[in-house]
């Protein structure tokens, strides 16, 4: 029982940290479309940011669809 609440404590540790850096990522590629636009490149910095944004989605649509399958009723 002990090692079952350990191991949840630590994978919502996990997710947690997972969320935070994922949120960073996202900030940064935000920052550096910016800097593109900024210093004229509009259609580079547009592009760039809209697929950093698409594939951060992406990743947390995937893993909320990943646990969120019923078990099989075998």
């Known amino acids: ?39 004229s490149h509009v259609i580079v910095g547009s592009i760039f940011g809209g697929v950093a944004l698409m594939y951060v989605a992406y990743l947390f649509i995937s893993v909320i669809n990943k646990n969120a399958t019923p078990p099989n009723k075998g």
């Open 1 to 39: 029982m002990t090692l079952n609440k350990r191991e949840q404590a630590l994978t919502h540790g996990l997710n947690y940290a997972a969320l935070i850096f994922g949120f960073l990522i996202v900030a940064g590629a935000m920052v550096m479309s910016y800097f593109l636009i900024v210093n």
